[in-house]
Structures are given as structure tokens and as C-alpha cells.
């Protein structure tokens, strides 16, 4: 049975940081890429970021360069999200996916979601 297990999520004040954690069982680890993405209240799900198991190639969404890095821990079979420099516009409820690498495109290509976990950054 496939399962994404996220934590680490909760509040915290702009310009902090948070890391979020995706524990992956079952057959996810057979996917080709793990995602972030997220959604905010009245807006759709988008994504955030990926790295792809073999190589490890990173990819970002516009809006959370240079603040946010993706890394995954093979032994844990984990995913993580640091995010740093966090602004208001970051609060969303944040979710990790497993699929294909073209999930940077459309999620479409999502195979399997975890619950999610609530971001919000506010002072």
C-alpha cells in the first residue's frame, strides 16, 4: 500500500523558516520524481517543487527560488522542503506527491498524494 506522511508544517512569523517532512512506504518508491505543492484558500493546488529519485535534478517554482530547497533522504525513504525567508503569501495547506517529473507541469502526472499539512506565516 502507498503512503506520503507529511509533517512539520504550523505557524510561523515572515521571514522564518520551516521544514517539512514526507515519509514515503509502498511502491512510491518505484516513482520517477517526489513533488511539493500547495494550496491556498479560494486559489488551486500549484506546484512547488521536485526532485527527480535518479540524478537528483531540483526543479522550483518561480515564486520560491532562492528561499525554498527540496532534498530526499534514500535511507529514510524521505523527501524534505526547506523553506526559509517565509512570506505571507507562502501560507497554504502544502502536500507531497509522487509521480513522474512532468508533475512540474500539471498535476496530471501525480500519482499518489499525501494529506497535507498547514503552513501559515503571519506576525
Known amino acids: 500500500q502507498v503512503q506520503l506522511v507529511e509533517s512539520g508544517g504550523g505557524l510561523v512569523q515572515p521571514g522564518g523558516s520551516l521544514r517539512l517532512s514526507c515519509a514515503t512506504s509502498g511502491r512510491t518508491f518505484s516513482s520517477r520524481a517526489m513533488g511539493w505543492f500547495r494550496q491556498a484558500p479560494g486559489k488551486e493546488r500549484e506546484f512547488v517543487a521536485l526532485?527527480?529519485?535518479?540524478?537528483?535534478?531540483?526543479y522550483y517554482a518561480d515564486s520560491v527560488k532562492g528561499r525554498f530547497t527540496i532534498a530526499r533522504d534514500d535511507a529514510k525513504n524521505t523527501v524534505y522542503l526547506q523553506m526559509n525567508s517565509l512570506k505571507p503569501e507562502d501560507t497554504a495547506v502544502y502536500y507531497c506527491?509522487?509521480?513522474?517529473?512532468?508533475?512540474?507541469?500539471?498535476?496530471?502526472?501525480?500519482?499518489?498524494w499525501g494529506q497535507g499539512t498547514q503552513v501559515t506565516v503571519s506576525s
Open positions: 506527491a509522487s509521480g513522474t517529473p512532468a508533475m512540474r507541469i500539471g498535476i496530471q502526472s501525480v500519482n499518489y
Open positions: 526532485v527527480n529519485w535518479v540524478g537528483g535534478t531540483t
